[in-house]
């Protein structure tokens, strides 16, 4: 802002503290300031596990879920045969008569309660595939100090229940339950895992493979929605340790680091794996040309392929003798490395699909690591299939026919994941918005910074999207995902909780004060699991303002926006010389006003008043002292507003 423009505002806001507000016709406007600004949003304080400043609390817990998983893929039947033992351990302050786990692969079952649920042509269930679906689960025993435990279980569609005959202790306590499973992979899983046919093979991408625990925490204990497609995942952190024993002339990429290279991959292969650890270009492990050639894998009939990851929340992994391997190393601001891979088939190579996965791998991931928090996995696996794209620790799924900016948008908002809910664990079984439309967020400035702006997107013109946002047929954002119509989920969960921060960030805060407190809520709840509240209180205390006028009218309800010009009159103050410009709030949702302002002379002054002036009146009188003739007056002229009635924004000198 110019030396000029800032005396200007400080003489403006000395005129308007003088200046009384018009009132129109009540009958003109549905706008109700007391609503808007009713000091009691927050339901309940503060405490021990969930402090009032939006942070965990003194006494903050979650409880704990290590994995030890095998798993054998039959690409011949398309199934998945395997076993896993969960070391459980209770930090809540309660004991724990029963547990509950996730059993999502259930959802293809034509039994379950998601197939029953989800219209025909939808992109959720197994889209009319008849596949005997759903896992078979044998040699479920749970132990404690290696102590056999009397336990009876339950399965109920895509949970189970394990019902202790003693209880689990509070503060610490911890069981073993151990199972092995089976299941026929879906060619079109929920748009989240499947099996994709290419001229070299099959792509197999497996994710909700093994039994999971449900969350138990503070809020709901234990968090036991059914998978019905929609909603995704509220997952336990913990550290994993998985192998898959595939065919030895597939490729496998899963989550986290992979332990035995030497074991599984040829000795020029390794070679070219150990160089690109150390490459910021992108090198080759498998070309396009080797993929038919047998002298490409071990000569073996199986391989196993060993991974680990730590503090994470789940892992999925990817299989192919498909696969052209490319890789580079990914520098991250604490001095560590992390390896980009990608893993896709030759239809899909080339300079304008996946041959530059890599390069968009690894822009994206040190860009999230600068700008908010550094990326935590040893690699960053793209593997294209038919998932159009879907997120898991350490690895992506992304539609393999994207082109040019498909490819960077998809790849870019599936790794944004990775801070939203990977590191930041939110509960997308009820609150998608708090990782889609956070990760949406970030995608804009991701894309605008990326190669000098290859690929940024023009600003979006609010005052044309406002009417579709605010759709009285649109369900408002804070509804669960299963509960809205699928036509509407993504409105609701990325596009206007994004708008939302979009506004916040450019319009009401700033950058700077937004940033900060967004970094503030990423670093006080990375690896934990915040609710809706927390993020509110988070933003609040660290941008130092109230904003629950804005939570109340973008998040809870579907506020319609409309400003618009009353009247522009000369002011008859000898003191005052200048204009009075009277701007009306029309509807419900209050918003900070943007005057563009321009005299005879040609010359443009820009005047921003903030929300404030709404707590208590309908319309506000704007003073603009000046000598010159004022010959047009434009509300928000960049359309950065939902402004749904653009014609009442401009006065023009008759």
Same mark, same amino acid.
């Given at each position: 802002? &110019?030396?000029?423009?800032?005396?200007?505002?400080?003489?403006?806001?000395?005129?308007?503290?003088?200046?009384?507000?018009?009132?129109?016709?009540?009958?003109?406007?549905?706008?109700?300031?007391?609503?808007?600004?009713? =000091?009691?949003?927050?339901?309940?304080?503060?405490?021990?596990?969930?402090?009032?400043?939006?942070?965990?609390?003194?006494?903050?817990?979650?409880?704990?879920?290590?994995?030890?998983?095998?798993?054998?893929?039959?690409?011949?039947?398309?199934?998945?045969?395997?076993?896993?033992?969960?070391?459980?351990?209770?930090?809540?302050?309660?004991?724990?008569?029963?547990?509950?786990?996730?059993?999502?692969?259930?959802?293809?079952?034509?039994?379950?309660?998601?197939?029953?649920?989800?219209?025909?042509?939808?992109?959720?269930?197994?889209?009319?595939? *008849?596949?005997?679906?759903?896992?078979?689960?044998?040699?479920?025993?749970?132990?404690?100090?290696?102590?056999?435990?009397?336990?009876?279980?339950?399965?109920?569609?895509?949970?189970?229940?394990?019902?202790?005959?003693?209880? $689990?202790?509070?503060?610490?306590?911890?069981?073993?339950?151990?199972?092995?499973?089976?299941?026929?992979?879906?060619?079109?899983?929920?748009?989240?895992?499947?099996?994709?046919?290419?001229?070299?093979?099959?792509?197999?991408?497996?994710?909700?493979?093994?039994?999971?625990?449900?969350?138990?925490?503070?809020?709901?204990?234990?968090?036991?929605?059914?998978?019905?497609?929609?909603?995704?995942?509220?997952?336990?952190?913990?550290?994993?340790?998985?192998?898959?024993?595939?065919?030895?002339?597939?490729?496998?990429?899963?989550?986290?680091?992979?332990?035995? =290279?030497?074991?599984?991959?040829?000795?020029?292969?390794?070679?070219?794996?150990?160089?690109?650890?150390?490459?910021?270009?992108?090198?080759?492990?498998?070309?396009?040309?080797?993929?038919?050639?047998?002298?490409?894998? !071990?000569?073996?009939?199986?391989?196993?392929?060993?991974?680990?990851?730590?503090?994470?929340?789940?892992?999925?992994?990817?299989?192919?003798?498909?696969?052209?391997?490319?890789?580079?190393?990914?520098?991250?601001?604490?001095?560590?490395?992390?390896?980009?891979?990608?893993?896709?088939?030759?239809?899909?190579?080339?300079?304008?699909?996946?041959?530059?996965?890599?390069?968009?791998?690894?822009?994206?991931?040190?860009?999230?690591?600068?700008?908010?928090?550094?990326?935590?996995?040893?690699?960053?696996?793209?593997?294209?299939?038919?998932?159009?794209?879907?997120?898991?620790?350490?690895?992506?799924?992304?539609?393999?026919?994207? *082109?040019?900016?498909?490819?960077?948008?998809?790849?870019?908002?599936?790794?944004?994941?990775?801070?939203?809910?990977?590191?930041?664990?939110?509960?997308?079984?009820?609150?998608?918005?708090?990782?889609?439309?956070?990760?949406?967020?970030?995608?804009?400035?991701?894309?605008?910074?990326?190669?000098?702006?290859?690929?940024?997107?023009?600003?979006?013109?609010?005052?044309?999207?406002?009417?579709?946002?605010?759709?009285?047929?649109?369900?408002?954002?804070?509804?669960?995902?299963?509960?809205?119509?699928?036509?509407?989920?993504?409105?609701?969960?990325?596009?206007?909780?994004?708008?939302?921060?979009?506004?916040?960030? @450019?319009?009401?805060?700033?950058?700077?004060?937004?940033?900060?407190?967004?970094?503030?809520?990423?670093?006080?709840?990375?690896?934990?699991?915040?609710?809706?509240?927390?993020?509110?209180?988070?933003?609040?205390?660290?941008?130092?303002?109230?904003?629950?006028?804005?939570?109340?009218?973008?998040?809870?309800?579907?506020?319609? $926006?409309?400003?618009?010009?009353?009247?522009?009159?000369? &002011?008859?103050?000898?003191?005052?010389?200048?204009?009075?410009?009277?701007?009306?709030?029309?509807?419900?949702?209050?918003? !900070?006003?943007?005057?563009?302002?321009?005299?005879?002379?040609?010359?443009?002054?820009?005047?921003?008043?903030?929300?404030?002036?709404?707590?208590? @009146?309908?319309?506000?009188?704007?003073?603009?002292?000046?000598?010159?003739?004022?010959? &047009?007056?434009?509300?928000? =002229?960049?359309?950065?507003?939902?402004?749904?009635?653009?014609?009442? @924004?401009?006065?023009?000198? *008759?």
């Amino acid at each position: 802002m &110019s030396y000029r423009s800032t005396i200007l505002m400080v003489l403006l806001c000395a005129f308007a503290l003088t200046t009384v507000a018009q009132q129109t016709d009540s009958n003109s406007s549905n706008y109700d300031a007391h609503a808007a600004f009713s =000091p009691l949003f927050y339901t309940k304080n503060g405490n021990e596990y969930r402090s009032a400043s939006g942070y965990p609390g003194p006494k903050y817990w979650q409880n704990h879920a290590d994995y030890t998983i095998s798993a054998n893929l039959d690409d011949a039947n398309n199934t998945i045969t395997g076993s896993v033992t969960i070391t459980y351990k209770n930090n809540s302050p309660d004991k724990l008569p029963y547990l509950w786990l996730q059993l999502d692969q259930n959802l293809f079952s034509p039994e379950s309660r998601g197939a029953s649920l989800i219209a025909a042509g939808s992109r959720y269930g197994a889209r009319g595939e *008849k596949l005997n679906g759903g896992y078979k689960i044998e040699g479920l025993s749970v132990s404690q100090k290696q102590k056999p435990v009397k336990f009876t279980s339950l399965i109920e569609d895509t949970r189970m229940q394990i019902r202790l005959d003693e209880p $689990m202790a509070a503060g610490g306590d911890v069981v073993t339950i151990k199972m092995n499973f089976s299941f026929v992979v879906p060619i079109n899983g929920s748009d989240r895992m499947g099996h994709l046919t290419t001229k070299n093979g099959e792509i197999f991408s497996i994710a909700q493979w093994f039994p999971r625990m449900c969350v138990y925490d503070d809020v709901l204990g234990w968090n036991t929605l059914p998978y019905w497609g929609a909603g995704e995942f509220y997952c336990e952190y913990g550290d994993y340790d998985f192998a898959v024993t595939a065919p030895a002339n597939h490729i496998v990429m899963g989550s986290g680091e992979l332990l035995n =290279p030497q074991e599984v991959f040829t000795a020029e292969q390794l070679q070219r794996w150990n160089e690109a650890k150390s490459s910021d270009k992108t090198i080759t492990i498998r070309s396009e040309s080797e993929v038919k050639d047998p002298k490409s894998r !071990p000569a073996k009939d199986k391989l196993t392929w060993r991974f680990r990851i730590k503090n994470a929340r789940d892992v999925a992994w990817g299989s192919s003798k498909a696969f052209v391997l490319d890789a580079a190393r990914i520098n991250l601001p604490s001095g560590k490395k992390s390896l980009a891979v990608s893993a896709h088939p030759v239809e899909s190579n080339g300079s304008d699909g996946y041959g530059r996965a890599v390069e968009y791998v690894k822009t994206s991931i040190e860009h999230y690591s600068n700008k908010w928090f550094e990326y935590p996995y040893p690699m960053a696996v793209n593997v294209a299939s038919n998932v159009g794209g879907m997120e898991y620790p350490g690895i992506v799924f992304c539609g393999w026919n994207a *082109k040019k900016g498909s490819a960077w948008g998809v790849i870019d908002h599936e790794f944004g994941h990775t801070w939203f809910p990977m590191i930041v664990g939110s509960n997308e079984r009820k609150y998608g918005w708090m990782d889609e439309g956070f990760n949406t967020f970030i995608n804009g400035i991701s894309s605008s910074a990326f190669n000098n702006g290859e690929y940024r997107k023009a600003p979006e013109d609010m005052h044309k999207v406002a009417e579709k946002l605010q759709n009285p047929e649109v369900e408002y954002i804070m509804l669960s995902p299963d509960a809205m119509k699928e036509r509407n989920i993504g409105g609701n969960l990325y596009y206007k909780p994004a708008q939302g921060l979009n506004i916040l960030r @450019n319009v009401v805060l700033g950058a700077d004060r937004f940033d900060y407190a967004f970094r503030q809520y990423i670093d006080h709840w990375a690896f934990k699991h915040p609710m809706p509240d927390d993020f509110f209180r988070s933003m609040e205390n660290g941008a130092g303002e109230d904003l629950s006028w804005f939570w109340k009218g973008w998040f809870l309800e579907n506020w319609k $926006m409309d400003q618009a010009i009353v009247s522009v009159t000369e &002011s008859d103050r000898a003191e005052a010389r200048g204009y009075n410009i009277v701007v009306a709030n029309l509807e419900k949702m209050p918003m !900070p006003i943007i005057l563009e302002i321009k005299t005879k002379s040609g010359k443009t002054d820009q005047i921003k008043i903030p929300v404030d002036v709404w707590m208590r @009146n309908n319309t506000w009188t704007v003073p603009y002292p000046t000598t010159e003739e004022v010959v &047009s007056v434009t509300l928000d =002229p960049e359309n950065l507003l939902p402004d749904i009635d653009s014609d009442n @924004n401009k006065w023009k000198k *008759k």
